[in-house]
């Protein structure tokens, strides 16, 4: 059983910066491909970026650029930053965990956070 815990979210102002973290309660992190993906107000659930074991990233074409995603594996925690915020970067962020392999479909993931908000103003 893996438990993620999301964190990070809040209220910023365009051009703003965050980083969100995703901590897990697994003994083997280390073995799991970290991955963010996010849901805006009435639209489906996008990926944003992935992590895999040996750090390598991969991101959604849209988000090339201005999100960074990292993990420390000593910490049992993935980051994502997000620089130069935008209004429609607003969403719900949830970070997920899959055994060795990242993938950008949600439906492959078993394991979710509860999701941190991140609103944008203009």
């Known amino acids: 059983q893996v438990q993620l815990v999301e964190s990070g979210g809040g209220l910023v102002q365009a051009g703003g910066s965050l980083r969100l973290s995703c901590a897990a309660s697994?003994?083997?992190?280390?073995?799991?491909?970290m991955t963010w993906f996010r849901q805006a107000p009435g639209k489906e659930r996008e990926f944003v970026a992935t992590?895999?074991?040996?750090?390598?990233?991969t991101y959604a074409d849209s988000m090339k650029g201005r999100f960074t995603i990292s993990r420390d594996n000593a910490k049992n925690t993935v980051y994502l930053q997000i620089n130069s915020l935008k209004p429609e970067d607003t969403a719900i962020y949830y970070c997920?965990?899959?055994?060795?392999?990242?993938?950008?479909?949600?439906?492959?993931?078993?394991?979710w956070g509860q999701g941190t908000q991140v609103t944008v103003s203009s």
């Open positions: 992590i895999s074991l040996g750090g390598s990233a």
């Open positions: 697994v003994l083997t992190f280390s073995k799991y491909a």
């Open positions: 997920a965990a899959n055994w060795l392999i990242g993938t950008v479909t949600g439906k492959d993931y078993r394991y």
